[in-house]
């Protein structure tokens, strides 16, 4: 029912920029926010960034001065901008959702299917 669609992942040199897209659709939800994570491999899943529908921004440490959140409420897609990648960015990005069932009030997160960054020389 609820689809969300990622794109942007690639191979880059470190210093290098990436552009993430993640796209919702469906019918019956509405969107509080959105966000994104990444998991390296052995690694737990950890928030890189979060924005909401108003426009409030969250970052992770690792990230702030280096990675920038936007959305487009009008098309349900948030996009991560990545500046002077590193390899410790390498990792398989998820976009997510926070969602409401809007017949039912229901709650819940709603998760992509990820898109590989790797940062190598």
């Known amino acids: 029912q609820v689809q969300l669609v990622e794109s942007g992942g690639g191979l880059v040199q470190p210093g290098g920029s990436l552009r993430l897209s993640c796209a919702a659709s469906?019918?019956?939800?509405?969107?509080?926010?959105m966000g994104w994570y990444r998991q390296a491999p052995g690694k737990q899943r950890e928030l890189v960034a979060t924005?909401?529908?108003?426009?409030?921004?969250n970052y992770a440490d690792s990230v702030k001065g280096r990675f920038t959140i936007s959305r487009d409420n009008a098309k349900n897609t948030v996009y991560l901008q990545m500046n002077n990648l590193k390899p410790e960015d390498t990792a398989v990005y998820y976009c997510n959702a926070d969602l409401e069932v809007v017949t039912t009030g229901y709650e819940y997160v709603h998760w992509g299917q990820g898109t590989q960054v790797t940062v190598v020389s």
């Open positions: 469906g019918s019956g939800f509405a969107i509080y926010a």
């Open positions: 924005i909401t529908s108003t426009g409030s921004t």
